[in-house]
């Protein structure tokens, strides 16, 4: 894994760390302490969780290092972290349909929105 990309990692580990992503973060957290216990060991993610809450710039580096001798854990963290910037979004808004919604009109989920959204001629 290139090394350029400890800043977007650090990003998406701030916000799964700190709780701005509420329960997505959580769950975000849980599955890279997951894949970095199976892949070195259980002490790991302990080490992780004190280091991250402080520092997650340093924690990232810590996993890009581990990730460039190890091919196989680089693609399932480059995997994570595509998957969890999508989801958790740092510094933005998530926007969920839950597992039993009923929708009975138009839904738009959107990020950033620069112009207009026009949705005449759906009824």
């Given at each position: 894994?290139?090394?350029s990309?400890?800043p977007a990692?650090?990003?998406?580990i701030s916000?799964?760390?700190?709780?701005a992503?509420?329960e997505?973060?959580k769950?975000?957290?849980?599955?890279?302490?997951?894949l970095?216990?199976?892949?070195?060991?259980d002490?790991?993610?302990?080490?992780?969780?004190?280091q991250?809450?402080?520092?997650?710039?340093?924690?990232a580096g810590?996993?890009i290092?581990r990730?460039?001798?190890?091919?196989e854990?680089g693609?399932?963290?480059a995997?994570w972290m595509?998957?969890?910037a999508?989801t958790?979004?740092?510094?933005?808004?998530?926007?969920?349909?839950g597992d039993?919604?009923e929708?009975?009109?138009?839904?738009?989920?959107a990020g950033d929105?620069?112009g207009s959204?026009?949705l005449?001629g759906?009824?």
């Amino acid at each position: 894994m290139d090394p350029s990309i400890i800043p977007a990692l650090a990003a998406v580990i701030s916000a799964a760390v700190g709780g701005a992503a509420g329960e997505a973060g959580k769950s975000a957290w849980a599955t890279l302490t997951a894949l970095v216990r199976r892949r070195f060991g259980d002490d790991t993610p302990a080490e992780l969780e004190a280091q991250a809450a402080h520092d997650p710039r340093e924690i990232a580096g810590i996993l890009i290092s581990r990730a460039q001798g190890d091919p196989e854990f680089g693609t399932a963290l480059a995997e994570w972290m595509a998957h969890t910037a999508r989801t958790i979004r740092p510094g933005g808004v998530t926007n969920v349909i839950g597992d039993n919604a009923e929708i009975t009109g138009t839904v738009v989920q959107a990020g950033d929105v620069h112009g207009s959204i026009n949705l005449r001629g759906r009824r």
